[in-house]
């Protein structure tokens, strides 16, 4: 056999255990300053921490331990024990660790004196007499745990949208799903089976395999986490899972993105709601589609505006309906009705109103008048006939009213026949027959204007 | 005034007391001890020995008498042979005082039997106080920035020892903590990491002697910090091989069987060269050479695997004994035999794995440095191993551990080729002496290792 006296790994394996009392380690390594039961004293003046020597930590083998792949090797904190074990075997001058060491630390030490924490935080007053292993792993004083801090917090009562009434618009029956609230943590723990990682400000991960109640629960000490809990859906099991955040949450896809939910989706805001799309925005529904604001509503389009129905369009107002457009066109399969139930309806141009119809065109007022009013001038054409049917008709211009037809025109008044032109010619022209049929017909001219200028042809 | 001359293998008894502080009551030893041996050595840090006695009143555990249960004071005081200071290559005019003042603890007493009804024969051992304080006291403390000789220093001061102590200076500063070793634990384990600023080589010895035999305060002064104590004669040192190896021969000695007419060598001279020469009374060759363990403890070629655990990186550190063997002081100037070749045509010092050891190089904020020592180190250790004699001789009063002699052997050849064996003679390097002090005479045995030949072995 070879003489293997003085090869590492062939010595004597000198193992210890021993109490970190730094772990600020200038190559940032996880080392660890150890003072080494049996081996070092505890008194400081002969041994300072900072002259004990740094322990290199070992890694498990699923850690590469290698450009940063891997967990990173800090765990223990000061005073924590820890088992290692010598490089240099009996030299006793290059320690390792390995494994922490857990136990039920029943007081405070001497921060002044050796193998202790030299700042005097740990272990903490609150952990004293109980075991190092979490109170989540262990159902123990969960009071004082985060579960305690999140059924204390619960979101309840969210309402939902048309939260006040039906799809259809009308009172919402008592019953129905107006609100839902945040679950109750499911934590039913049976030691040994949750395995939670703790870090010092208090982020928690659980991988709870207590049967019938398994978790991930993965909780930032602020308050935000989420949860993987099992429930059971009428005998089936499922996963159900809670995400709560305490603060804003921001969720950037830099490629495509794809939600499916095959039942319901509740999105309730407190606040507004901004949809944004740079292309194209495609809303769907199979059934029907509900948009109550309880405010005022605006869609404003860029360019054009399309609203289609297969069947109906209602548009209603319990005010005005006010519809502007630089062209407006309406046009219909079939017959086209504007009724004004309650008042007039006016129909005013800045420049020429046309009504162009193949057939016949009739405006008629039943009790009101029927109004044409121009600045410029009044022209009723048609191929058809004309009729101007009211109680009162009036047609007025202050320039030219020109009222023609290629047939007969008919102006027709039970009453007055006014037609009245304030500064040119009152032209009733045919030519065939001008017939202007009233009780009585009267010729006025303003006594600005020659009399020899007006002319009339019975 | 100088005591009476004491000639070579011859002493006078001036105290032999056991001590016991406890009971506040000594007994002395000096007329009824038959033998006194003391064993020092530059391989153990501490001076050994036993008394020898026969005894009719039960001095050790008698009516009036101590009890000897251990721990006891013992105190030896001797004369030893006289000799004249040689400084500076003259001798000087006055013989000086040679006395052995040693100061021990009782560790045990060993075959104990009866002479007859009244008298009993026993052994009482002993060893150096710090022998024994060394089993109590622990040192465990950080050092930092400090050479290892200063490190020594500071805890060997935990013995209060009475001796005096000659520390060879060491190169760099460290970082390290001496985790509740005893303390010669801890020195012996400094001393195989430390570097000679002198020589900037390792291999240290720290040892003990009986005495000091005057020429301490012109041999080494000037570069060796050394604290002086006149109470006792018994004496540490801290030195590398090189600076054992630095100075020439104390002594010749001959060895000359009655059969045996050599001229030209005046084996018992008059005078100082009594100090000069010595007849060995026997001699036994211990060990001449040892290919396997030779090869085995790397004497010829040895590697280093040397791992740094932060930076992630090996090396490989090589010693060829062809190569290094000019870096170092040696007791003579050709290198040991490397072996005749064997079938490959090949010798030792052509096989580079011969002897193989790996070790990390410490920390990056505290190297050890092995790379730099342990392959030499393991080459000049095994490099003694292979010449080894003991030789017995009249005690004189100078010798210690750590001195260098010239051994001549004569060959023992047929009549006519007188000569001395070209191999066996030469310097040896004295590692170990025996002191006996019988009832008539002082006897020394000296083991002694050469890690050299004088000459080459040649066609």
């Known amino acids: 056999m070879a003489n293997t006296n003085g090869f590492l790994g062939f010595d004597r394996f000198v193992w210890f255990q021993g109490v970190v009392e730094d772990r600020v380690d200038p190559l940032k390594l996880g080392r660890l300053r150890v003072r080494i039961l049996g081996l070092h004293t505890e008194n400081k003046n002969k041994i300072p921490t900072k002259e004990l020597p740094w322990a290199f930590p070992i890694t498990p083998i699923t850690n590469a331990a290698m450009n940063g792949i891997g967990q990173t ?265 504007v009724n004004s139930l309650g008042g007039n309806i006016v129909l005013g141009s800045a420049l020429a109103i046309g009504i162009n119809s193949q057939q016949n065109v009739n405006i008629s007022s039943e009790l009101g008048s029927t109004i044409i009013t121009s600045l410029i001038s009044s022209e009723m054409s048609a191929i058809g006939s004309i009729v101007i049917n009211a109680f009162e008709t009036s047609v007025n211009s202050t320039n030219k009213t020109t009222v023609g037809s290629l047939n007969d025109t008919t102006i027709k008044t039970n009453k007055i026949l006014e037609m009245v032109s304030m500064a040119g010619y009152v032209n009733v022209a045919s030519t065939t027959r001008v017939n202007l049929e009233a009780p009585s017909v009267q010729r006025y001219f303003p006594k600005t204007i020659p009399s020899k200028i007006f002319t009339f042809n019975p | 005034m100088p005591n009476k001359k004491i000639q070579p293998g011859t002493y006078s008894i001036k ?3 056991v001590i016991s502080e406890e009971t506040a009551q000594s007994v002395d030893f000096s007329n009824v001890f038959t033998q006194i041996d003391i064993f020092e050595s530059i391989y153990f840090p501490v001076i050994t020995g036993f008394v020898t006695v026969t005894d009719a009143n039960n001095l050790i555990s008698g009516q009036n ?90 805890i060997f001061e935990n013995f209060g020892s009475p001796d005096s102590y000659e520390l060879e200076e060491t190169i760099g500063t460290h970082q390290i903590i001496i985790p509740k070793w005893n303390p010669l634990m801890a020195i012996n384990w400094l001393a195989a990491r430390s570097v000679s600023s002198k020589y900037n080589t390792s291999t240290f010895f720290f040892f003990q002697t009986l005495y000091n035999d005057g020429q301490t305060d012109s041999d080494r002064k000037g570069y060796i910090k050394s604290k002086y104590n006149e109470d006792v004669t018994s004496k540490f040192w801290f030195l590398s091989l090189d600076d054992l190896l630095a100075y020439g021969e104390r002594k010749t000695i001959f060895f000359r069987p009655s059969n045996l007419n050599l001229s030209g060598h005046n084996s018992s001279p008059d005078g100082p060269y009594d100090m000069i020469f010595s007849n060995a009374m026997n001699y036994e060759v211990i060990n001449s050479f040892d290919v ?52 490959k045509q090949n010798r030792f010092t052509d096989y580079e794995e011969s002897r193989r050891v790996m070790t990390s190089i410490g920390t990056k904020e505290s190297p050890n440095g092995l790379d730099k020592v342990s392959l030499s180190r393991m080459n000049r250790i095994q490099s003694l191993n292979n010449y080894k004699i003991r030789i017995v001789l009249p005690g004189d009063g100078i010798l210690e551990s750590g001195d260098i002699i010239n051994f001549e052997l004569p060959s023992p050849e047929p009549d006519g080729e007188k000569s001395f064996d070209k191999y066996y003679s030469g310097n040896y390097l004295i590692t170990a002496i025996r002191h006996t002090f019988s009832k008539n005479d002082y006897k020394i045995t000296l083991e002694c290792a050469r890690d050299s030949l004088k000459q080459k072995v040649s066609k």
Request: proline share 3%.
């Open chain 2, 15 to 17: 105290s032999l007391i």
């Open chain 2, 65 to 154: 008498s101590l009890p000897i249960m251990g721990n006891e004071i013992i105190y030896i005081e001797l004369g030893l042979p006289t000799f004249k200071l040689y400084v500076d290559g003259k001798w000087g005019k006055d013989e000086q005082d040679n006395n052995v003042k040693f100061l021990g603890r009782v560790t045990d007493i060993k075959n104990k039997t009866l002479i007859n009804d009244r008298a009993q024969n026993y052994e009482i051992h002993f060893i150096s106080q710090e022998g024994v304080m060394d089993r109590n006291i622990v040192i465990c403390q950080s050092y930092k920035d400090k050479t290892y000789r200063d490190i020594i220093e500071n």
């Open chain 1, 73 to 337: 090797p800090m765990g223990p904190v000061e005073g924590t024990w820890v088992v290692g074990f010598f490089r240099d075997g009996e030299n006793c001058q290059e320690p390792v660790v390995f494994g922490t060491l857990g136990g039920i630390p029943e007081k405070k030490y001497n921060a002044q004196v050796g193998f202790s924490d030299p700042t005097g935080f740990y272990p903490g007053n609150e952990y004293l007499k109980e075991p190092d292993t979490n109170r989540l792993a262990r159902n123990e004083k969960i009071s004082e745990t985060v579960i305690q801090q999140r059924r204390d917090k619960l979101k309840t009562d969210v309402p939902v949208a048309l939260e006040g009434v039906s799809e259809n618009g009308g009172a919402r029956e008592e019953g129905d799903d107006t609100t839902w609230s945040e679950p109750t943590p499911v934590y039913k723990t049976k030691y040994p089976f949750n395995h939670v990682t703790q870090s010092e400000s208090g982020h928690i991960k659980e991988w709870d395999d207590t049967k019938g109640y398994t978790r991930i629960h993965e909780y930032h000490q602020l308050g935000t986490f989420y949860e993987i809990y099992e429930v059971d859906d009428g005998g089936e099991k499922k996963a159900n899972k809670l995400t709560k955040i305490n603060g804003e949450n921001y969720t950037i896809v830099l490629g495509e993105d794809r939600v499916y939910i095959s039942g319901s989706c509740n999105v309730t805001v407190d606040g507004r709601i901004n949809i944004y799309a740079g292309g194209d925005i495609n809303i769907e529904a199979n059934e029907k589609a509900t948009i109550i604001v309880k405010g005022e509503a605006s869609v404003y389009c860029h360019n054009n505006l399309s609203i289609t129905a297969e069947k109906n369009i209602y548009l209603s107002a319990g005010g005005d309906l006010t519809i502007s457009a630089e062209n407006i066109n309406m046009t219909s399969t079939k017959n086209s009705t």
């Open chain 2, 292 to 343: 396997m363990k030779n090869n085995q403890n790397g004497l010829f070629n040895s590697q280093m695997i040397t791992h740094d655990i932060t930076k992630k990186e090996w090396a490989v550190t090589k010693f060829n004994y062809e190569n290094e063997f000019g870096k170092f002081n040696h007791l003579a100037a050709e290198k040991l035999f490397v072996g005749n070749p064997d079938r």
